[in-house]
């Protein structure tokens, strides 16, 4: 089967700190990721839509300033929280779109819990 | 604009009962996917189903059910028997190809099931 896993699952912080979560396809090869955010009873709300090698596209109201995606490679995404705040307290969660599938296939990462103090 | 309504939030049961799961969503595509996951307390997705636009023949797996209806554009999710394990929250998603690989989720349902 095709794995995603997520770095760290969950994470405590200072306001304005930055934190970095990562996302590693373990055993496909993954051009696009995809970020999601979900606050607490909440649905899953897409936030961008990363693509190695090249900028990240992010969704309407998403700062990307404030949260820095990085794909360097077929098989790693990261987001960066820069300056965070209790606000952006949240589950974050990332899928990768297996590369070869007709259909686009997405297999969602275990999910990163972020408090902001 | 494409959208995904599952308008019941909660659902109680008690163990054994039926429950089915409402899920209505809204596309011009002629070519979607479907999608259920569960998501239980831990908050990892558990892919359930997909379906494709072009395929509305209903499913079975195990004590799981689903209820592909284009005309009313409805993809119905019923669990027969349900047990303790099945109390979690259960999201329906579309996926068209004018949005490729992005996934519209619905608001979600918890279901609880008591013993």
């Known amino acids: 089967g095709a794995v995603v896993s997520q770095h760290p699952s969950w994470v405590i912080c200072k306001s304005g700190t930055s934190v970095k979560i990562e996302c590693r396809s373990l055993?496909?090869?993954?051009?696009?990721m995809f970020w999601y955010r979900q606050f607490p009873k909440q649905s899953l709300m897409l936030m961008a839509t990363?693509?190695?090698?090249?900028?990240?596209?992010?969704e309407q109201g998403v700062e990307k300033d404030k949260f820095l995606i990085n794909h360097a490679s077929l098989t790693l995404s990261t987001l960066t929280v820069t300056s965070a705040h209790p606000e952006d307290s949240s589950f974050y969660i990332c899928s990768a779109r297996r590369q070869g599938l007709a259909y686009n296939e997405q297999f969602f990462g275990p999910g990163t819990r972020l408090t902001v103090l | 604009a494409q959208k995904v309504t599952q308008a019941q939030t909660e659902i109680s049961v008690v163990e054994k009962e039926d429950v089915t799961l409402d899920c209505v969503y809204e596309?011009?595509?002629?070519?979607?996917?479907l999608f259920w996951y569960k998501q239980p307390p831990s908050g990892e997705l558990v892919f359930l189903i997909r379906r494709n636009s072009f395929d509305e023949q209903n499913e079975i797996s195990g004590r799981y059910s689903w209820n592909f209806q284009k005309s009313t554009s409805s993809f119905n999710f019923t669990i027969t028997a349900s047990q303790v394990v099945d109390s979690a929250v259960y999201f329906c998603?579309?996926?068209?190809?004018?949005?490729?690989?992005?996934?519209?989720f619905g608001a979600g349902t918890q279901v609880v099931v008591t013993p």
């Open positions: 990363s693509n190695e090698g090249s900028k990240a596209t992010y």
């Open positions: 998603a579309l996926m068209t190809t004018d949005s490729w690989g992005k996934l519209q």
């Open positions: 055993d496909f090869q993954a051009t696009t």
């Open positions: 596309t011009r595509d002629t070519t979607y996917y």
